[in-house]
């Protein structure tokens, strides 16, 4: 009984993982960035979802559109005014530092406007255990589980489906030939930095009502978010979803089965062994032509 | 060989690197006592850095509003000189020696015993006293240190009166478990527990060891809903106490008491569990309704109202500990009639006073004396923090066995 | 030139204030790692995001060694310290050294990160290393020196070991080796270029290199947990150091180190809250300024701006 109520609590913990590694993921696959300052992108979605709730009473998963906007919007801005000006200058390991100097930048701003205190969020539906059988579940973290599954699916939709997700895959795939077709390969990476972004502030607000949180905790969701695509594989939200749920399920089993206090032990080293053995992940890359 | 070098640092005194280093030789002319040190404001312990960093502010603006301080005749104001180590090791020492370098000759401490110890080596070195309210763990009051003074008890007796307390609940407590955060001062902590209530005679079911940062605590509390003890002590960080607590909550995982050292006393723990919060039991130093006088201040009560006219930020007793280490020093100070730093450091040694934060008196290691500076317990009723025990700074009646999640109102 | 240096820099500890013998301290060590780092990082372009594992295993293997076997002996084992930890990372390199340096770019570098986590959580977590409850390091003492002093001088002999190490496999055949991997591995392999061996002998070396610092690092603070020494800011700085002097470069890692640490240490050091912006903003402007490091401003400006992609 306790292995499924394991398994349970680790795809559980294993979608927050997913949303909050996606937009890491898609940044990587279509432009080869790696963004030293997603997690702090992830803290300022859950920051500003704190803020609506705290100051409004707006339940954080009503307030993610508006959190989405707000970090897609600098997630454009970001991108144009510095993360292209670094790679066209100089390369993409040295955007990747310029992406470092952001998040001490963002980091510390966030110590500075609220204070460096724990935060936490209590919807109006948490504290009432789902008990299915001898499996208890913790409704907050279903609700996470399932608005992580529905931004999910959106946004595999979005880049499937829509316009822009086809140019974006194209941008990434051939950058010279999108170029030729007309596609403006700069506007489409910041399009690209913003959806990215903007999953990011998702994936705070969402686990803005799992978890409390403190400012110095966007270096552990960006470390995550490389675990999730190294196993997942790039560039997908289905990839990341993989790579989510597997390592939801690995930390839980690891607690369970060998100590409270290997989980991360654990983590990476499964992270190094799927490097060794597979290094394009479970699901290898969305981008192939890139690379 | 030593004299040469410090004539040749003299002689260098006039070369360009060397100027900061006499600004702060010059600001002696205006009789200002100084304090230096690091609090850690954005790393991981800078919610515990910002209160203690306010109570060294308070204090200083408190006696500086009073005219000063009078010290064997002369009147001096305080000056506070503290920098951020953002809970990196070499930066805390390097930037400690810059202080000493500046002339500074009194320190107040930072957190976590592996910044507390590299810049203590190098004050005690300097024989220049540090008085801390940060550091706990036993290792950093095994070292010989003749000029470090910490207010808390070292780790493992800060749970001796708890587990007394324990002992004298009806119906008796028949077992525990234990959740501790591999670090330092947690890890030493647990080891208190343990050693506290075996001499208690209270068996151990479990004990659960967490890594530095947790996203996750479901898989420890299904181990826990299997074999559930009647006691659960968290020496975790506030953080993961939170955590704790919420999936405790989520998933109906209840026990008759539940103490977590670190997080209830937090206003904005007690405000995210609301009525849930109520019966969970913690470790206090002070509370603003404590009976105690202080030379400056007044009151506790006087203290915590000063401190609310100039500081939105809740109180917490890191704030009135941090106040307390001033008031010490100029306690110190005033005993030896001097401030020169050896003095000063033999009169901290020999100190026993009372402030609004608790009666001061060190063990020879230097730690807090467990018995007069030792934790009370509290317990969280109609959503404040109270202090139930012992029975003379007792504000609450307490709650055992604690209700239900669910039930608790 | 180099000698007149050396005497100045040697000279150091006798005439200034201590604080700038410990920012001295820290430009040396910043300085030797980087050094270390960029045998395999700047030359061959291999970028590991973990040499933090060896500064770690270093200290910790030399600290268990030193305080369970050579009680007693502090500068003995000190000594024998340096050898244990260097020997003990150049083992764990060879270990993982085959199959992980079959990884190319970021791929490379993330199971770097990895790994170092790994041993991170290994140490903290698995009671024998004592990692959480930290090691108390013997205090050494030799020739009447101040511990800064001491310590400002072993790391300026480490110093300049490293950067001899360095001089002579770049400017030897195996330099030129690693260029041709850097520039295009596949080509270098064709062409005869032993790119294996290279690679895992730079690798081997360069963990061995930061091991043994890591001894000295860890001897300079006297008490060590694991987050003093395996810290992620350790990795990223080795590249920040390397990128901002100039990148595969001998004197990129001394002028990157002395610019960070002089700003990080001595320009901000007294503010209390916003240093960490400021830090991140001149991190951001330094990228965009100098792409190619600041040894490719002096550069650039000597040979007429030449632009090379």
Same mark, same amino acid.
């Given at each position: 009984?306790?292995?499924i109520?394991?398994?349970?609590?680790?795809?559980?913990?294993?979608?927050?993982?997913a949303?909050?590694?996606?937009?890491? #993921?898609?940044?990587?696959?279509?432009?080869?960035v790696?963004?030293?300052?997603h997690?702090?992108?992830?803290m300022?979605?859950?920051y500003?979802?704190?803020?609506v709730?705290? #100051?409004l009473?707006?339940d954080?998963?009503?307030a993610?559109?508006?959190v989405?906007g707000?970090?897609?919007?600098?997630?454009y801005?970001?991108?144009?005014?510095l993360?292209?000006?670094?790679?066209d200058?100089?390369?993409?390991v040295?955007?990747?530092?310029?992406?470092?100097?952001?998040?001490?930048?963002?980091? %510390?701003?966030?110590?500075?406007?609220? #204070?460096?205190?724990?935060?936490?969020?209590?919807?109006?539906?948490?504290?009432h255990?789902?008990?299915?059988?001898s499996?208890?579940?913790?409704?907050?973290?279903l609700?996470?589980l399932?608005?992580s599954?529905v931004?999910?699916?959106?946004?595999?939709?979005?880049?499937?489906?829509?316009?822009?997700?086809r140019v974006?895959?194209?941008t990434?795939q051939?950058?010279l030939?999108?170029?030729?077709c007309?596609? %403006?390969?700069?506007?489409?990476?910041?399009?690209?930095?913003?959806?990215?972004a903007?999953?990011a502030?998702?994936?705070?607000?969402?686990?803005g009502?799992?978890?409390?949180? #403190?400012?110095p905790?966007?270096?552990?969701?960006?470390?995550?978010?490389f675990v999730?695509?190294?196993?997942?594989?790039?560039?997908?939200?289905?990839g990341?979803?993989?790579g989510?749920?597997?390592?939801?399920?690995?930390?839980?089993?690891?607690s369970?089965?060998i100590?409270?206090a290997?989980?991360?032990?654990?983590?990476?080293?499964?992270?190094?062994?799927?490097?060794?053995?597979?290094?394009?992940?479970?699901l290898g %890359?969305?981008f192939?032509?890139?690379r | 060989?030593?004299?040469s070098?410090?004539?040749?640092?003299k002689?260098?005194?006039?070369?360009a690197?060397a100027?900061?280093?006499?600004?702060?030789?010059?600001?002696?002319?205006?009789?200002t006592?100084?304090?230096?040190?690091s &609090?850690?404001l954005s790393?991981?312990g800078?919610?515990?850095?910002?209160n203690?960093?306010?109570g060294?502010a308070?204090?200083?603006?408190?006696?500086?509003e009073?005219?000063?301080v009078?010290?064997?005749?002369?009147?001096y104001?305080?000056?506070?000189?503290?920098?951020d180590d953002?809970?990196?090791p070499?930066?805390?020492?390097t930037? @400690?020696?810059r202080q000493?370098?500046d002339? &500074?000759?009194?320190?107040l401490g930072?957190?976590?015993?592996? @910044?507390?110890?590299p810049?203590?080596?190098i004050?005690?070195?300097?024989?220049?006293?540090m008085?801390q309210?940060g550091g706990?763990?036993?290792q950093?009051?095994?070292?010989?240190?003749?000029?470090?003074?910490?207010?808390?008890?070292?780790?493992?007796?800060?749970f001796?009166?708890?587990?007394?307390?324990?002992k004298t609940?009806a119906?008796p407590v028949?077992?525990?478990?234990? @959740?501790y955060?591999?670090d330092?001062f947690?890890k030493t902590a647990?080891t208190?527990?343990?050693?506290?209530?075996?001499a208690?005679?209270?068996?151990?079911?479990?004990s659960y060891? $967490?890594?530095?940062?947790?996203?996750?605590?479901?898989? &420890?509390?299904?181990a826990?809903?299997?074999?559930?003890?009647?006691?659960?002590?968290?020496?975790?960080?506030?953080?993961d106490?939170?955590?704790?607590?919420?999936?405790?909550i989520?998933?109906?995982?209840n &026990?008759n008491?539940l103490?977590?050292?670190?997080?209830?006393? =937090?206003g904005?723990?007690?405000?995210?569990?609301g009525?849930?919060?109520?019966?969970?039991?913690?470790?206090?130093?002070w509370?603003?309704r404590?009976?105690?006088?202080?030379r $400056?201040f007044?009151t506790s009560?006087a $203290?915590?109202?000063?401190?609310?006219?100039n500081?939105?930020r809740p109180l917490a007793?890191?704030?009135?500990?941090?106040?307390?280490c001033?008031v010490?020093y =100029?306690?110190a100070m005033?005993?030896?009639?001097?401030?020169?730093?050896?003095?000063?450091?033999?009169a901290?040694?020999n100190i026993d @006073?009372e402030?609004q934060y608790?009666?001061?008196k060190?063990?020879e290691?230097g730690?807090?004396?467990?018995?007069?500076?030792?934790?009370?317990?509290?317990?969280?009723?109609g959503?404040?923090?109270?202090?139930?025990?012992?029975?003379n700074a007792?504000t609450?009646?307490?709650?055992?066995?604690?209700p239900p999640?669910a039930?608790?109102t | 030139m180099?000698?007149v240096?050396?005497?100045?820099?040697?000279?150091?500890?006798?005439?200034v204030?201590?604080?700038?013998v410990?920012?001295?301290? +820290?430009?040396l060590?910043?300085a030797?790692?980087?050094?270390? /780092?960029?045998?395999l990082?700047?030359f061959?372009?291999? /970028?590991?995001?973990?040499h933090?594992?060896f500064?770690?295993?270093?200290?910790?293997?030399?600290g268990?060694?030193?305080?369970e076997l050579?009680?007693?002996?502090?500068?003995l084992?000190?000594?024998?310290?340096?050898?244990?930890?260097?020997?003990v990372?150049a083992?764990a390199a060879?270990?993982?050294? /085959?199959?992980?340096?079959?990884?190319?770019?970021?791929?490379?570098?993330?199971?770097?990160?990895?790994? !170092?986590?790994?041993?991170?959580?290994l *140490?903290?977590?698995?009671?024998?290393?004592?990692g !959480?409850?930290g090691?108390?390091?013997?205090?050494?003492a030799?020739?009447?020196l101040?511990?800064?002093?001491l310590?400002y001088?072993?790391?300026?002999i480490a110093t300049?070991?490293?950067?001899?190490?360095?001089?002579?496999?770049k400017?030897?055949?195996i330099?030129?080796g690693?260029?041709?991997?850097?520039?295009?591995?596949? *080509?270098a392999?064709? +062409?005869?270029?032993?790119?294996e061996?290279?690679?895992i002998?730079?690798?081997?070396? !360069?963990a061995?290199?930061?091991?043994? +610092?890591g001894v000295?690092?860890?001897?300079?603070?006297?008490y060590?947990?694991?987050?003093s020494?395996?810290?992620?800011?350790? !990795?990223?700085?080795?590249i920040v150091?390397?990128?901002l002097?100039?990148?595969g470069t001998l004197?990129?890692?001394?002028?990157?180190?002395a610019?960070m640490v002089?700003?990080?240490?001595?320009?901000?050091?007294r503010l209390?809250?916003?240093?960490?912006?400021?830090t991140?903003? +001149?991190l951001?402007l330094?990228?965009?300024?100098?792409?190619k490091?600041?040894?490719?401003l002096?550069?650039?400006g000597?040979?007429g701006?030449?632009?090379k992609?």
């Amino acid at each position: 009984m306790l292995a499924i109520q394991t398994i349970a609590d680790g795809l559980v913990l294993g979608g927050l993982y997913a949303l909050s590694a996606v937009g890491f #993921s898609l940044i990587f696959g279509v432009m080869g960035v790696v963004n030293l300052s997603h997690g702090a992108l992830v803290m300022i979605g859950a920051y500003l979802a704190w803020f609506v709730w705290h #100051s409004l009473g707006v339940d954080p998963l009503l307030a993610i559109p508006v959190v989405m906007g707000v970090l897609a919007v600098f997630g454009y801005v970001y991108q144009r005014v510095l993360i292209q000006l670094a790679v066209d200058r100089s390369s993409h390991v040295a955007s990747m530092l310029v992406t470092f100097g952001v998040a001490l930048m963002l980091r %510390n701003t966030l110590v500075l406007v609220f #204070s460096p205190d724990l935060r936490s969020i209590t919807p109006s539906y948490s504290g009432h255990p789902l008990v299915l059988g001898s499996i208890v579940l913790d409704p907050v973290r279903l609700a996470a589980l399932a608005a992580s599954l529905v931004l999910l699916g959106a946004l595999a939709m979005i880049l499937q489906r829509s316009k822009m997700g086809r140019v974006i895959r194209a941008t990434a795939q051939q950058e010279l030939a999108a170029r030729l077709c007309g596609v %403006n390969a700069h506007h489409i990476y910041g399009l690209t930095f913003a959806v990215s972004a903007a999953f990011a502030g998702a994936a705070g607000a969402i686990l803005g009502i799992v978890l409390p949180f #403190s400012p110095p905790d966007e270096g552990l969701w960006t470390l995550n978010a490389f675990v999730v695509v190294v196993l997942g594989g790039v560039g997908s939200p289905a990839g990341a979803l993989v790579g989510g749920l597997v390592l939801g399920v690995m930390s839980t089993g690891t607690s369970q089965l060998i100590g409270a206090a290997f989980p991360n032990a654990m983590m990476f080293a499964v992270l190094v062994l799927m490097l060794l053995v597979r290094p394009s992940g479970l699901l290898g %890359n969305a981008f192939a032509g890139s690379r | 060989m030593t004299i040469s070098r410090r004539t040749m640092v003299k002689m260098a005194g006039g070369v360009a690197l060397a100027a900061p280093a006499i600004r702060g030789a010059s600001a002696q002319a205006t009789k200002t006592i100084t304090f230096g040190g690091s &609090v850690p404001l954005s790393g991981g312990g800078a919610e515990t850095g910002l209160n203690v960093n306010n109570g060294y502010a308070t204090a200083v603006k408190f006696i500086n509003e009073m005219g000063g301080v009078e010290i064997a005749g002369t009147k001096y104001k305080l000056e506070l000189k503290l920098f951020d180590d953002a809970s990196d090791p070499s930066r805390a020492v390097t930037l @400690i020696q810059r202080q000493i370098d500046d002339g &500074v000759d009194f320190y107040l401490g930072s957190f976590g015993s592996n @910044i507390v110890l590299p810049t203590a080596a190098i004050t005690e070195r300097a024989e220049k006293p540090m008085v801390q309210a940060g550091g706990g763990s036993d290792q950093i009051f095994v070292q010989g240190y003749k000029y470090m003074f910490g207010f808390f008890p070292r780790a493992t007796r800060q749970f001796l009166s708890t587990a007394a307390f324990i002992k004298t609940l009806a119906p008796p407590v028949q077992n525990y478990s234990v @959740i501790y955060t591999n670090d330092a001062f947690s890890k030493t902590a647990a080891t208190g527990v343990m050693n506290a209530m075996k001499a208690q005679g209270i068996p151990m079911l479990d004990s659960y060891a $967490f890594p530095e940062t947790i996203t996750d605590a479901s898989s &420890v509390l299904a181990a826990i809903r299997a074999k559930t003890p009647e006691a659960l002590i968290c020496m975790t960080h506030d953080q993961d106490n939170l955590l704790l607590a919420k999936q405790m909550i989520a998933t109906g995982t209840n &026990v008759n008491l539940l103490f977590q050292g670190l997080g209830p006393q =937090l206003g904005s723990f007690r405000d995210t569990l609301g009525k849930a919060a109520n019966g969970i039991y913690f470790q206090t130093y002070w509370d603003e309704r404590a009976p105690l006088k202080d030379r $400056f201040f007044g009151t506790s009560a006087a $203290f915590a109202a000063y401190y609310k006219k100039n500081y939105t930020r809740p109180l917490a007793y890191h704030v009135s500990a941090g106040a307390a280490c001033i008031v010490t020093y =100029l306690e110190a100070m005033m005993a030896a009639k001097s401030i020169d730093p050896a003095k000063v450091r033999d009169a901290l040694a020999n100190i026993d @006073i009372e402030t609004q934060y608790s009666r001061i008196k060190f063990t020879e290691q230097g730690d807090g004396d467990p018995v007069v500076m030792g934790p009370w317990v509290g317990q969280v009723v109609g959503g404040a923090p109270e202090v139930v025990s012992p029975a003379n700074a007792k504000t609450a009646a307490y709650t055992y066995p604690t209700p239900p999640w669910a039930q608790r109102t | 030139m180099s000698i007149v240096l050396l005497i100045v820099a040697a000279a150091v500890p006798f005439m200034v204030m201590p604080f700038y013998v410990r920012v001295g301290q +820290l430009i040396l060590l910043s300085a030797a790692l980087g050094l270390a /780092w960029t045998l395999l990082g700047g030359f061959a372009g291999y /970028w590991s995001f973990g040499h933090a594992a060896f500064i770690g295993l270093g200290a910790f293997s030399a600290g268990l060694f030193e305080t369970e076997l050579m009680k007693g002996q502090p500068l003995l084992g000190f000594g024998l310290g340096l050898i244990v930890g260097g020997v003990v990372c150049a083992l764990a390199a060879a270990v993982v050294a /085959w199959p992980i340096l079959r990884l190319r770019g970021i791929y490379f570098a993330v199971a770097m990160l990895g790994v !170092s986590q790994v041993l991170a959580e290994l *140490t903290n977590n698995v009671d024998v290393f004592k990692g !959480s409850m930290g090691l108390v390091l013997p205090r050494i003492a030799a020739f009447g020196l101040r511990p800064e002093a001491l310590f400002y001088d072993v790391l300026l002999i480490a110093t300049v070991v490293v950067g001899c190490i360095a001089f002579a496999i770049k400017n030897g055949r195996i330099g030129a080796g690693l260029m041709a991997i850097r520039e295009d591995e596949d *080509t270098a392999r064709m +062409l005869g270029v032993p790119t294996e061996r290279y690679k895992i002998m730079m690798f081997i070396l !360069s963990a061995a290199l930061t091991g043994a +610092l890591g001894v000295i690092y860890a001897h300079s603070l006297g008490y060590i947990t694991t987050s003093s020494v395996y810290r992620t800011e350790f !990795s990223l700085n080795m590249i920040v150091y390397n990128l901002l002097g100039g990148m595969g470069t001998l004197v990129g890692p001394f002028l990157g180190s002395a610019v960070m640490v002089i700003l990080t240490q001595v320009v901000l050091g007294r503010l209390l809250s916003i240093h960490m912006f400021i830090t991140g903003a +001149l991190l951001v402007l330094l990228v965009l300024a100098a792409p190619k490091g600041i040894i490719g401003l002096f550069k650039g400006g000597l040979f007429g701006g030449r632009a090379k992609g």
